[in-house]
């Protein structure tokens, strides 16, 4: 019996700061991000998670290192073993918050444009 579940999943557009709960970067306004409701352990909160992180988890396979009964948090990111030269990429950019070092963004992690 899993004790994680996600009662409401949205991506709204960011009107004020957030911080993405898996890499701790400030979601910016005007940004679209992903929300989701869950209860965990009895308990109900709020995830909020950046489009570069849904993407880094989504294409490297990341919820092969999470617990089914308990979701994928931040801990679960930080063992991530990449299998190969794209994941490794985006783990040192996830390990940045994203960013460059003059504060701009990297553009959102996808396979088919780092074979281009």
């Known amino acids: 019996m899993s004790d994680f579940v996600t ?21 910016d306004p005007g940004e679209t991000y992903r929300r989701t ?25 990341l919820w092969e290192w999470a617990d089914p009964d308990f979701g994928m948090g931040r ?3 930080e063992y991530f073993e990449p299998q190969d030269i794209f994941s490794a ?9 994203w960013r460059r ?4 963004l990297y553009p959102i992690p996808s396979r088919e444009a780092a074979a281009a």
């Open 7 to 27: 009662l409401s999943e949205t991506r709204p557009r960011a009107r004020i700061e957030h911080t993405c709960d898996w890499c701790h970067r400030t979601i």
């Open 37 to 61: 409701g869950q209860i965990f352990d009895g308990r109900k909160y709020t995830w909020k998670s950046c489009q570069h992180c849904n993407a880094f988890v989504s294409t490297c396979n």
């Open 75 to 77: 801990d679960d990111i």
């Open 89 to 97: 990429r985006c783990y040192v950019m996830w390990r940045k918050q």
């Open 101 to 104: 070092k003059d504060g701009t």
